[in-house]
Each structure stands twice: as C-alpha cells, then as structure tokens.
Nanobody, 126 residues
Framework: QVQLQESGGGSVQDGGSLKLSCAFSGYSGGGYCTAWFRQAPGKEREGVAARYAGGGPVVYADSVKGRFTVTQDNAKSALNLQMDMVRPEDTAMYYC???????????????????WGQGTQVTVSS
C-alpha cells in the first residue's frame, strides 16, 4: 500500500527558512519520480520541484530556484524540501507526490503522479 505523509509546515516570516519532509512507503527500487507541489487559495496546483529517485538533477520551478532545495533519502524513504529566503507568495498548501515515471519524465505537471499526500500548510508573513 502506498502512503505519503508530509510534515514540517507552519508559519514563518518573510526571509526565513522552513523544512518540509515527506515520508513515503510502497515504492521500491529507483524507477519512480517524487515531487513537491503547492496550491494557494484560488490558484491551480503548481509543481515546485521534481526528481527521479534513481538519481539525476532536480527540476525546480523558476519561482523557487536558488531558494528551495530537494533531497531524498532512499534508505529512509523520505523526501525533504528545504525552503530558504521564503516570501509571502510561497504561502500555500504543500503536497508531496510520487509516480512511476521514466527517467527524464519527472516534470512539474501533475500528470503521472498517481499518489499524493494530504498536504501541509506553509504561511509566510511579511
């Protein structure tokens, strides 16, 4: 059974840092993609970062490049999102997602990500 559970959300001031974690189970081997998405009220869900579990570069949204960093601990089945220099526009519900996609197909669109966590709220105040 596949499960994804986010943690680490909360409130942070403009310019601060926050680390989100996603514990996932039910995926094995390295042939799958993991990603972070976010959705602000009244807006569509958007991809933040994605990577292939078997290794390779992380794809980041332009809006978070240089500020957010994704790491994955395969041994612990954990996907982390380090958020630095946060801005009020980063306020959103953050979701982790996973799906069996081929290397090179780990993108920032929702298509292909078949499993999602429940989300964790991040609020950035100015």
């Amino acid at each position: 059974q596949v499960q994804l559970q986010e943690s680490g959300g909360g409130s942070v001031q403009d310019g601060g840092s926050l680390k989100l974690s996603c514990a996932f189970s039910g995926y094995s081997g390295g042939g799958y993609c993991t990603a972070w998405f976010r959705q602000a009220p009244g807006k569509e869900r958007e991809g933040v970062a994605a990577r292939y579990a078997g290794g390779g570069p992380v794809v980041y949204a332009d809006s978070v490049k240089g500020r957010f960093t994704v790491t994955q601990d395969n041994a612990k089945s954990a996907l982390n999102l380090q958020m630095d220099m946060v801005r009020p526009e980063d306020t959103a519900m953050y979701y982790c997602a996973a799906g069996y996609l081929r290397r090179g197909s780990c993108g920032l669109g929702v298509v292909g990500y078949s499993h999602w966590g429940q989300g964790t709220q991040v609020t950035v105040s100015s």
